[in-house]
Structures are given as C-alpha cells and as structure tokens.
C-alpha cells in the first residue's frame, strides 16, 4: 500500500500513545500545520485506510454519548514510521505562499498596493511567530518529561523561517518606498 505524507503525520502523532482522528486533528494545529497540514476531510479517511492495511488499529472509546475511537499504532505500524524516517527517498519540499505569488505579480499594482501586500504579510509572519512562540514551553516541556527534543528543534526552525520573512518583508517594504515601487 502506497501512503501519502498525512498517513505518516497519523502515524507520527500516534507513535507515542493512542489518540482519536479529532485529538491528531488538534495535535497537527499546534504543531505540523506551520509545515505540513492536514484537515479533517484527510485524517478520518486515512485513519480507516490505516486500519484496512493493519497499520493502526481503532477501539471504542465513547464520551457523552458520541461514538469515538481512539487509534494506536500497530507494530507493523511503527515499522512503517520508522522505515519512512529513515529512508533515503529524496526529500519533497514546496513553498506555496499566496502572498510571495502577488507579490511576484506586484508590478501591476501601484506602490502603495504593494507597500500594504508587504506589511500584510509581515504581519501574517508575526501573528505565526508569535503563536509559535506561545507554543515553546510544550515543547520545551516534551523536551524535558518526554525526552522529545525534534519538536523544539522543528519549532526553532519555524521561528527562524518566520523571522527572516518578517526582516525580508521590512527590507522590501525600505526598497520599494526608496525606488517607488519601480
């Protein structure tokens, strides 16, 4: 069976002990989503394609009268996690970033369009540098309960990532008020 990067999120988040598709939804919005997203509409289904290939495996867990199934790693599971970190596949990288795209088309806008384009931005990149950094002392706690150091690491990446975007944004918010925009 072919798994894509969200049946490996799945079965990263559920490396360490047992989690419903709503809990690996709201992991992955604390952590992940600053690098690899995944929505609902992609975790529920690849928890069940996880389950028919024997690589997760869900038990009832009700609450308030909802039906909830909380899934765990099978062994075969966690061979299939660990196979795929330590592969040598070559690695997939994207950047899709909306505001870096108008931005790349800002000469049809006027100087003061792209001035707004460029705050906008720095502004998304400090809310996302700020957020990250509430989420620190999680990690910091994982680093020091868990013996998990990767996710700070990760995190120290992202707020390296989103601090030279935001000193980027406020070099090219000088350039284009010196230059006009041309």
């Known amino acids: 069976m072919e798994l894509g990067k969200t049946a490996y999120v799945i079965l990263g988040m559920l490396r360490t002990r047992p989690h ?6 709201a992991i992955v ?8 997203a995944a929505s609902y ?9 996880l389950e028919e290939a024997g690589l997760v495996e869900g038990d009832a867990e009700p609450q308030g009268g909802r039906r909830r199934r909380a899934f765990s790693l099978t062994a075969e599971g ?7 970190l330590a592969s040598g596949e070559p690695l ?8 870096l795209l108008r931005f790349f088309f800002a000469d049809a806008v006027s100087t003061e369009d792209q001035l707004d384009l460029v705050r906008d931005m720095r502004e998304m990149h400090e809310r996302a540098r700020d957020e990250m950094r509430a989420i620190r002392p999680k990690a910091e706690e994982a680093r020091s309960e868990r013996a998990e150091q990767f996710p700070l690491r990760t995190l120290d990446f992202g707020l390296a990532y989103q601090d030279f975007i935001i000193d980027w944004c406020a070099r090219m918010e000088r350039e284009i008020q010196d230059s006009g925009g041309s």
């Open 29 to 36: 919005d604390h952590s992940t989503r600053f690098f690899w």
């Open 92 to 99: 997939h990288s994207e950047l899709r970033h909306e505001g």
């Open 41 to 49: 509409g992609q975790i529920y289904p690849e928890l069940k394609r």
């Open 78 to 84: 966690r061979r299939e996690l660990e196979d795929w």
């Open 20 to 25: 419903t598709g709503y809990e690996i939804k």
